[in-house]
């Protein structure tokens, strides 16, 4: 991967008339280091390659938990897939700082940590929106086109975004790590209904291995797992209206999909499980992008 340079905030972004019609972070294939005003904070923006600088599709990977960006592009390979299909491809840091890395701000559910997060711990939704403001006002990013991916706690909090920012996003695909809300404090091996009242029908893409023993699938584990990626798959698949399913399918050989169809805004919900797979990136990324691209606000 090839980080580039820092990007002020005044050149990045500009105001007013003096913005530009078309997006400028830097050179078509490269990864740079964007300034998210206001925030006192950055993220990388990977360029894909031999694309116009028209508005593009953005797709946000959030990294698990003590990781960092920079981790996550490694271990995902989005930036290959990025560059075969035109999409902006955003890596940010969580906003509270954990071991060697940082891990997401999930109100009311402690990080691995052990910590549930305070108020006075940085807004991961607030920095997300105002980034996705802020590309879109550059002239970057088609506002109607905007995904969300991430591993382990950065699957939960793609999952969270969906629940209270779904006025943000076309699509989301988690990876080890499909919550529907948090778990009920009586009954955790439930969603906590309350905690996830997303404003609009959320298309959803979730993969997992069935030999994850950090985020099980039969759920258990740490106190912000618990229910099971099944009971997360039904509850989107009620939230989004979904009539018909679950259906199983053989994608390949050790893959197998559940699906909910017939949903509200053709709001599909999906699951797809590797088996023998553990706590790793097992995300098909070309099946992620197929979805992501078939749906739009």
């Known amino acids: 991967m090839r980080l580039g340079w820092w990007i002020g905030v005044a050149a990045l972004f500009g105001s007013g008339s003096a913005q530009a019609a078309t997006c400028r972070l830097g ?3 490269t990864t740079v280091s964007v300034t998210i005003e206001g925030t006192g904070r950055s993220m990388l923006v990977h360029l894909p390659a031999g694309r116009s ?3 593009l599709p953005l797709v946000f990977v959030f ?3 003590t990781g960092k960006g920079r981790d996550i592009l490694a271990q995902s390979k989005l930036e290959a897939t990025a560059d075969r299909h035109g999409f902006l491809l955003a890596a940010p840091d969580g906003g509270i700082p954990a071991e060697q890395g940082f891990v997401w701000n999930i109100p009311g559910v402690p990080t691995v940590t052990g910590k ?3 108020p006075d711990d940085a807004d991961d939704v607030a920095f997300v929106k105002t980034a996705i403001d802020q590309l879109a006002a550059k002239g970057c990013v088609d ?3 905007v995904y969300a991916t991430g591993y382990s706690g950065g699957g939960r909090m793609t999952s969270w975004l969906s629940c209270v920012a779904a006025d943000r996003f076309a699509a989301i ?3 080890v790590g499909l919550r529907a809300g948090n778990p009920l404090k009586e009954t955790p091996r439930v969603p906590d209904p309350a905690t996830c009242t997303p404003s609009r029908p959320m298309p959803v893409l979730a993969f997992a291995g069935d030999a994850d023993t950090t985020n099980p699938i039969q759920g258990g584990g740490a106190g ?8 997360a798959l039904v ?3 009620d939230l989004n209206g979904c009539r018909m399913g679950p259906v199983e399918r053989e994608v390949s050989a050790d893959v197998k999909e559940e699906r909910f169809t017939r949903c509200s805004g053709g709001a599909d919900v999906a699951g797809r499980v590797k088996h023998g797979a553990g706590h790793v990136w097992v995300a098909d990324n070309e099946a992620m992008w197929a979805f992501f691209a078939a749906h739009r606000q």
């Open 143 to 145: 506002r109607s086109r």
């Open 173 to 175: 695909a988690p990876v």
């Open 53 to 55: 600088t028209a508005r």
């Open 224 to 231: 912000y797992w618990q229910y099971t990626m099944h009971t």
């Open 116 to 118: 549930v997060p305070s």
């Open 63 to 65: 990294h698990g938990s």
């Open 235 to 237: 509850r989107w698949a």
């Open 27 to 29: 050179a078509a294939g």
